[in-house]
């Protein structure tokens, strides 16, 4: 596995930080993406390379798979992640907050992927996990945005792999539950069967496993990390 590159967005904190040590780990070169400077810390960390960048700022997207290209001369994998979306009132929310969660949710994969399936074409293939969330198989009115985009993007997930499949590049999306990175309620910890919320190293975990060489016949799956919490 020597000699992997992974790109990684929202990368300074969370599972995006939990997903670029564990690629680390496992010898990959890892080119991270935040808002915030500290991901230039954590790439320096990991002895990779680091962007300060907006995952819906196309120009910075297309800068960001380009940097680690002519850095690295090839890209391996890829791990979408990204912020929260807009919460509220279902009718509430407002036109311009439906059309940011769609630039944050959906419109950032379709991006990147635009830009990164020459390159991966070039290598022979590739993978990439999406970081999505429960709710797009279980729409929660606490998160009504992210409930109906995701939905969207494990639709886009399924349609990427049937068309890229015979160029061997993969993509999954990761769908989690309640994680360690936020504040989870008692009320809500009793609801998962399992009895707490997960760990973004967890998470972390699956991510590194479906872009690994092990899972090579896994594409165009939502598969849910959840504790069992969904019953689908």
């Known amino acids: 596995m020597a000699g992997k590159v992974a790109i990684i967005t929202a990368a300074s904190r969370g599972i995006g930080a939990a997903c670029a040590m564990e690629l680390a780990k496992r010898d990959y070169r890892v080119v991270l993406m935040s808002t915030t400077e500290s991901v230039l810390d954590l790439a320096k960390e990991l002895d990779g390379i ?33 912020g929260h979306p807009p919460k509220g009132d279902l009718l509430v929310i407002s036109d311009d907050e439906w059309h940011d969660a769609l630039d944050l949710l959906l419109m950032n994969v379709i991006r990147i992927t635009r830009y990164i399936v020459p390159i991966m074409k070039e290598n022979g293939g590739g993978a990439i996990v999406n970081i999505s969330a429960f709710g797009a198989q279980e729409p ?48 809500i910890r009793q609801s998962i069967p399992v009895g707490r919320e997960a760990t973004v190293e967890e998470i972390a975990g699956t991510v590194s496993f479906l872009l690994s060489d092990e899972s090579s016949y896994i594409t165009g799956q939502n598969l849910r990390v959840d504790g069992g919490m969904v019953n689908i």
């Open 140 to 187: 929660n009115l606490s998160f009504p945005t992210s409930s109906v985009i995701r939905s969207g993007l494990s639709a886009f997930t399924r349609l990427f792999a049937k068309r890229y499949g015979q160029d061997n590049i993969r993509m999954n999306s990761v769908l989690p539950g309640f994680v360690d990175s936020y504040d989870v309620s008692e009320e």
């Open 50 to 82: 680091g962007l300060v960048g907006n995952v819906t700022n196309a120009d910075d997207m297309l800068k960001l798979v380009n940097l680690a290209y002519t850095s690295c001369g090839r890209v391996d994998a890829l791990v979408n992640n990204t």
